[in-house]
């Protein structure tokens, strides 16, 4: 089992910018990868950021050059550093970890960007 503890998030508007955090605890030495999805009202679920054990990161288009995932191994934290955020970023923000073939979720942060 793997407990995943998410923060950050928040309203700011358009051109800002916000820090997500997760740290995860439980089995963690068998995380394969971590990252974030997000869900913005009436639509499916979309990856957004992920990286792996070895280090490789990996983005959706929509979110390459702003948006940027980073990991402290000694707080088994992961960071989402979102930049030059849209109106159409808004979403709620869930951190993954996967320990195939199980994928463990936080509880979900809100992120609103204003125009």
């Known amino acids: 089992q793997v407990q995943l503890v998410e923060s950050g998030g928040g309203l700011v508007q358009a051109g800002g910018s916000l820090r997500l955090s997760c740290a995860a605890s439980g089995s963690i030495f068998r995380i394969n990868a971590m990252g974030w999805y997000r869900q913005a009202p009436g639509k499916q679920r979309e990856l957004v950021v992920s990286i792996t054990s070895g280090g490789r990161t990996d983005s959706a288009d929509s979110v390459k050059g702003r948006f940027t995932i980073s990991r402290d191994n000694d707080k088994n934290t992961v960071y989402l550093q979102m930049n030059s955020l849209k109106p159409e970023d808004t979403g709620v923000y869930y951190c993954?970890?996967?320990?195939?073939?199980?994928?463990?979720w936080g509880q979900g942060t809100q992120v609103t960007v204003s125009s």
């Open positions: 993954y970890a996967a320990n195939h073939p199980y994928t463990y």
